[in-house]
């Protein structure tokens, strides 16, 4: 039998604008995660995958070719070499919420590819990860940029630029953050969409947006850097901006950032996809709690508390 894990993820600064060629900062969320289990099954039984959570279980020799799960686990397995479909059992469970932000899709595919290369006996490095699971994303995303695929990989924060080698970066000081779930789902593909066909309308606003969120990226990256608590927590407000600016915001999460902001948090901002899904806010330990309890009581379903740059919570699976 193998076990293995994937962790959930949060785009701290430059979603969207990262499709269209700008920098994004990302980091794992390792509180919340998917497991993929392989078990050995009767010979000439063929492989199965059961995703108990969402109701699905698929054999791999009946599974369209464009099934997600299918597809990443037919590339894992020409990966490792495997012509013959294995007599394996797949189990894929996660408690990362779904279309939320958290990247509960590309964390499943990667358990499963970790998992699905182990068990043939071969490595699973963060490369050979990310690109398998970038081939699942573009059937959930339609474009999409590569980041979710890459911090998830790596486990670790980091700066993305789409098309180049991702690369990790020093976090002067961990800093904490809560994460607040909206619980209104938030179909990446859809706000991508509409962010794609205003930008097509109006291409020299939406470049304009684009340019000043990449500009807010790199001093995100310094203040990070620096451990300048209350400049990341600014630039995160200032990012906020140009996201409703976007179209990607929403009531509900204007209610909830709102909601952190006055509760004492240094900054807050919706963190992927937007519309529904998560927002982020920057707290310390002082204010942790009147910010979580606040966001609770502004409509949040979930808070959870992580800490961004801290090495315990980095390359764990
Ligand atoms: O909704 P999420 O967290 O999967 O993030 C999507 C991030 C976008 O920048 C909106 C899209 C992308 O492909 O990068």
């Not at 289990?37 to 070719?65: H, K």
């Not at 938030?186 to 304009?208: I, L, M, N």
């Not at 519309?275 to 966001?295: D, F, K, P």
């Amino acid at each position: 039998m193998t076990s293995s894990t994937a962790s959930g993820k949060i785009i701290l600064f430059g979603e969207h604008a990262v499709v269209y060629g700008r920098p994004a900062i990302a980091a794992p969320v390792a509180q919340v995660r998917a497991t993929a289990t392989v078990t050995d099954a009767p010979a000439g039984s063929g492989c199965t995958l059961l995703a108990q959570d969402i109701g699905e279980e698929v054999r791999l020799a009946d599974a369209p070719a464009d099934h997600p799960l299918a597809l990443v686990l037919r590339l894992a397995l020409a990966e490792a070499g495997i012509v013959r479909e294995p007599d394996w059992r797949i189990e894929l469970t996660s408690d990362i919420p779904i279309a939320s932000g958290l990247g509960s899709g590309a964390a499943i595919s990667a358990a499963l590819v970790r998992a699905a290369l182990t068990h043939a006996g071969q490595f699973a490095p963060p490369e050979t990860v990310s690109r398998l699971v970038y081939r699942s994303e573009e059937l959930f995303h339609g474009t999409p940029s590569g980041i979710d695929n890459t911090v998830i990989a790596y486990e670790h924060p980091v700066w993305f630029v789409k098309g180049r080698p991702p690369e990790t970066f020093a976090v002067g000081q961990p800093f904490l953050l809560a994460i607040a779930d909206s619980g209104i789902p938030s179909p990446t593909k859809e706000s991508v969409g509409d962010v794609r066909r205003a930008w097509e309308a109006d291409p020299a606003t939406y470049e304009s947006i684009f340019h000043r969120i990449a500009d807010i990226v790199h001093g995100a990256r310094r203040a990070i850097r620096d451990g300048n608590f209350a400049a990341i927590g600014l630039l995160m407000n200032a990012n906020q901006q140009r996201l409703q600016e976007l179209g990607v915001s929403s009531p509900a999460l204007e209610k909830l950032i709102t909601a952190a902001r006055g509760a004492g948090a240094a900054g807050a901002k919706l963190s992927g996809g937007g519309r529904g899904g998560n927002v982020i806010a920057l707290v310390n330990l002082e204010t942790a709690e009147q910010v979580q309890s606040a966001l609770l009581a502004a409509g949040a379903r979930r808070v959870i508390l992580t800490r961004v740059g801290d090495r315990e919570n980095h390359n764990r699976r």
